[in-house]
């Protein structure tokens, strides 16, 4: 009795699921349609100079053609290329929301909307109220004679892998288009630091770009922003950047015309678990600060090592996470930092400066000299050595760099497995400065001794750092 009970709760549990499934979409797709746009730009384009590819250089002929081609209107003067994309409407005041690459360098951007009560008949022109290349994302505006149909944002968190989603936009020219598939995959990076794409099997083809990815309430949960094709087609992979970046973008390029993202001011790299052991931490998390540059987090006594393991109040996974959490917040704000510092915990407060601000600005290492010392030993699979007057012009090291120079590198080693390269400078060992093979020698010992592992080295490559662990047994 009791399991034909249960087998008929199943049998109601999967009808209420085939029910809750929409029988169409023509519903959703005539709600949210009147506020999908959508969009042309026109770039003008310097002509060709002269005869190329026609002629060589240099021919008795090549007059000749010159002339023939200005005749024709082939020559130098300017033509104008379009270039076809898709938006949405997220104000009834004239809003829209495309990609950056969209309209990039555009010269002129006009907006057509999708057939509909209440909508404008005609094209209008827009205008670009502020782009973000980093998410690729542009906010345009256009004066309407009237209130326009918009669209609003939804909570892309909370998006699962299977939901259904609707891509509407321009494919490939051919006008207004919809198409359905679901959430393939989430969080997905493609070549930024803010990335987080919603990736769909929903068709998306070239024009679909800017158009939104909607849920099944009719929310935008993300912009279609990229395929991932070999032949530039369709093939299920699509990627739309998710709702909860999209808006705080959004909301900076409206008030400000430009993006504003928090700037802590460190380098950091991700802790994996031989890092994690050669530091004595319980577990691989956190970012690892590799430099500290003059800014907030020198100021506020971050220092080359330090762990991160919190931002904010919220734990610190890895660096991409960091990147996300420090940009996301209100520049300005002084926020708690929590560090691992050799073997416990400490708290520091930190004021946030501007990303943007920083990134305009370049940076000069100073300090003083070392003497020479070229003295070689072979140490962990590495060849080192003090650095020369020779060496530091030829490696461009900054004056005041201290450190060991590594001169050779054992290819079997798991100093080669792991990228180090003669050239590359060892500044600290064991979170200790280096400034001697003597020192290098004591930091291995003194590792030894407490019975780590691995030893933590922190070594710079044109002039980028990065930490390195390499196992003690070498």
Known sequence: MLLAGLAMMMVLAQVAIAQARPDSLAPLADKVSPAVVNITTTTVVEGRAGPQGIVPEGSPFEDFFREFQDRNGQGTRPRRSSALGSGFVISEDGYIVTNNHVIEEADEIEIEFFPGDGQPAQPLPAKVVGTDPNTDIALLKVDAPMPLSFVKFGDSDIARVGDWVVAMGNPLGQGFSVSAGIVSARNRELSGSYDDYIQTDAAINRGNSGGPLFNMDGEVIGVNTAIL??????????????????????????????????????????????????????????????????????????????????FDGADVEDTRGL?????????????????????????????????????????????????PDTREKELLGLTVSRLSDDQRSELNVPEGTDGLVITGVDETSEAFEKGLR??????????????????????????????????????RRAGEPRFVALNLAE
């Open 323 to 371: 990147v996300r959490q420090v940009g996301n917040t209100e520049v300005g704000k002084a926020v708690r930092v929590v560090v691992y510092r050799e073997g416990k915990t400490e708290t520091l407060r930190v004021t946030l400066g501007r990303r943007e601000d920083a990134q305009r600005q370049a940076g000069a290492d100073t300090g003083g000299e070392i003497a």
């Open 422 to 459: 003669a050239g590359d400078i060892i500044t600290e060992a064991g979170q200790q400065k280096l400034s001697t093979i003597a020192e290098l020698e004591d930091r291995i010992s003194e590792a030894k001794e407490a019975g780590r592992k691995s030893l933590l080295l922190l070594v």
């Open 229 to 310: 094709s070999p032949n530039g087609g369709s093939i299920g992979i699509g990627f739309s950047m998710a709702s909860n970046v999209v808006t705080k973008v959004v909301d900076q390029l409206r008030e400000y015309g430009e993006t504003r993202r928090g700037w802590l001011g460190v380098r950091i790299q991700d802790v994996t678990s031989d890092v994690a052991e050669a530091m004595g931490m319980d577990s691989a998390k956190g970012a690892l600060v590799t430099d500290v540059p003059e800014g907030p987090a020198k100021e506020a006594g971050l220092l080359a090592g330090d762990v991160i393991l919190s």
